[in-house]
């Protein structure tokens, strides 16, 4: 049987195509941050590519709120449909199981490889997995996703907060969040609990109208899109210039706790409007393939980039900045991708949950109950 490892179909003809293109747009903004980020350690001049570190400042501002507000704005659907246990069930097979075996995966390979990789791995990594997510380069974000989505169906299911109420203790534990930062008390994976579950939070405020199919025309408008525009611009020129001014890509988000929200959600906005609209004029659908695949290309992608970096830096002789960046984000979407779709057809589905993917006749029979 011939595999098809670029087609682009995404599943699900009910499947809304602009929640793909959000997660598309914002996967490629991670991987654009932690690809620079990687050659810059490397030591390369980067004199004369002050626009690259610019945009990537930029980039850092909305990203990982856009993540979380997406999650938000399916929980309720989601336990509409199953029960709490059978949830976090699925959640600790896609988030926390993928997170510990991607994890434990590349701290050993930058163990085995520490001649090659610029990262300084030891033992103690293994501990930092569970205690200190963020010392373990990108995957604190599937932990802090799962730890906000357990902690939000407790309070929601159990303590039947309200959403208002759920706001108020996200904003509590927002402002905390900001508080220990300028405190410097590293309070290892509470402190991403407590910085995003605000985001998580109005996802969930948000869906009853963003998931309206009445509001579709109203979010795909370029209406909406040009009164987005100067405010998403103005914020974000404010977030580069003040972080350069201090030397600090993340003073606004902490010191200035109140307008990095309203930057965030004004950049999430607009984030929004463009998915949405890329959905109405059904442009760019590789872009969908790509967030459709967000997943897959998260905790693989470090791997491929590190991998591509040292081929063309050490094989080839390749130094240009750009060049590299370039490449190396092209690799690091498409063959992760190629990773999964081998991984499926041969049975290797366990490298990304423990839920077994079902087969299209159990899909059918779903379907038809």
């Known amino acids: 049987m011939k595999l098809n490892l670029l087609n682009t179909n995404t599943g699900s003809s009910n499947r809304l195509?602009?929640?793909?293109?959000?997660?598309?747009?914002?996967?490629?903004?991670?991987?654009?941050?932690?690809i620079f980020e990687g050659i810059?350690?490397?030591?390369?001049?980067?004199?004369?590519?002050?626009?690259?570190?610019h945009a990537n400042i930029v980039f850092y501002s909305f990203r990982m709120p856009l993540f979380f507000i997406l999650s938000g704005v399916f929980i309720g659907k989601s336990l509409a449909k199953r029960s709490m246990e059978k949830l976090l069930s699925n959640k600790f097979s896609i988030l926390l199981y993928p997170y510990l075996l991607w994890s434990v995966l590349q701290v050993t390979l930058q163990i085995l490889l520490s001649k090659y990789v610029n990262a300084d791995r030891s033992i103690a990594d293994y501990g930092y997995?569970?205690?200190?997510p963020r010392r373990i380069d990108q995957f604190w974000y599937l932990y802090a996703l799962f730890n906000v989505t357990v902690l939000y169906m407790i309070t929601r299911q159990k303590l039947k907060l309200h959403i208002w109420q759920q706001l108020t203790l996200g904003t509590i534990l927002y402002f905390l969040s900001s508080y220990v930062s300028v405190k410097h008390?590293?309070?290892?994976?509470?402190?991403?609990i407590m910085h995003y579950y605000i985001f998580f939070a109005l996802g969930d405020l948000a869906s009853s109208r963003i998931l309206n199919q009445a509001n579709?025309?109203?979010?795909?408008?370029?209406?909406?899109?040009?009164?987005?525009?100067?405010?998403?611009?103005?914020?974000?020129y404010y977030f580069l210039n003040k972080d350069l001014e201090m030397s600090n890509n993340m003073y606004v988000e902490t010191y200035?706790?109140?307008?990095?929200?309203?930057?965030?959600?004004?950049?999430c906005a607009f984030m929004f409007n463009i998915s949405f609209l890329l959905q109405?004029?059904?442009?760019?659908?590789?872009?969908?393939?790509?967030?459709?695949?967000?997943?897959?290309?998260?905790v693989s992608h470090v791997l491929v980039a590190s991998a591509t970096r040292m081929v063309?830096?050490?094989?080839?002789?390749?130094?240009?900045?750009?060049?590299?960046?370039?490449?190396?984000?092209?690799?690091?979407?498409?063959?992760?991708?190629?990773?999964?779709?081998?991984?499926?057809?041969?049975?290797?589905?366990?490298?990304?949950?423990?839920?077994?993917?079902?087969?299209?006749?159990?899909?059918?029979?779903?379907?038809?109950?």
């Open 280 to 298: 109405r004029y059904d442009k760019v659908k590789i872009l969908r393939m790509v967030g459709f695949h967000s997943l897959y290309i998260y």
């Open 17 to 34: 195509a602009w929640i793909d293109y959000a997660r598309g747009i914002a996967i490629i903004l991670v991987l654009y941050r932690h």
């Open 216 to 236: 579709f025309g109203r979010f795909a408008s370029w209406k909406t899109f040009f009164f987005l525009l100067p405010i998403f611009a103005v914020g974000q």
């Open 40 to 53: 810059s350690r490397t030591g390369l001049p980067t004199t004369g590519y002050d626009y690259l570190e």
């Open 256 to 267: 200035q706790p109140l307008l990095f929200a309203v930057i965030a959600l004004s950049g």
């Open 312 to 369: 063309l830096m050490k094989g080839l002789g390749i130094t240009n900045i750009p060049v590299l960046l370039i490449v190396c984000l092209i690799m690091a979407v498409v063959v992760p991708i190629l990773m999964y779709k081998l991984a499926m057809r041969y049975g290797a589905w366990w490298l990304y949950s423990l839920e077994k993917p079902a087969t299209g006749k159990e899909k059918l029979q779903v379907q038809n109950q």
């Open 185 to 192: 008390i590293d309070l290892g994976f509470l402190y991403d």
């Open 129 to 132: 997995i569970i205690l200190f």
